[in-house]
């Protein structure tokens, strides 16, 4: 059984930072990319940042300059360290891992983790 277990969210004033964590554990033969979505309320889960194996990180415009995205092989674990947060930061945040476990290789999401970036 493969899962990702998130945390590092939390309240914060905007212009500060927070940082994720995403963890994979189980019975896990490797793992390709891995990424963070979020999901605002009545809105769309949207990518926020993704990184291969081999760490070529890709981001989207709204984040550009601000959010970094890493990763440590040895730890199965991405990392999302997120700067000068703005309140249209707000969500919840996924992580996700293509993961190829004992017995298939699929995609695997976390539970979600809450931020919440006040004004």
């Known amino acids: 059984q493969v899962q990702l277990v998130e945390s590092g969210g939390g309240l914060v004033q905007a212009g500060g930072s927070l940082r994720l964590s995403c963890a994979a554990s189980g019975s896990i033969r490797s793992i390709s990319g891995m990424g963070w979505y979020r999901q605002a309320p009545g809105k769309q889960r949207e990518l926020v940042a993704d990184i291969t194996s081999g760490g070529t990180a890709n981001y989207a415009d709204s984040v550009k300059g601000r959010f970094t995205i890493s990763r440590d092989n040895a730890k199965n674990t991405v990392y999302l360290q997120m700067n000068s947060l703005k309140p249209e930061d707000t969500g919840t945040y996924y992580c996700?891992?293509?993961?190829?476990?004992?017995?298939?290789?699929?995609?695997?999401w976390g539970q979600g983790t809450q931020v919440t970036v006040s004004s």
């Open positions: 996700n891992a293509a993961i190829l476990s004992l017995i298939n290789y699929r995609t695997y």
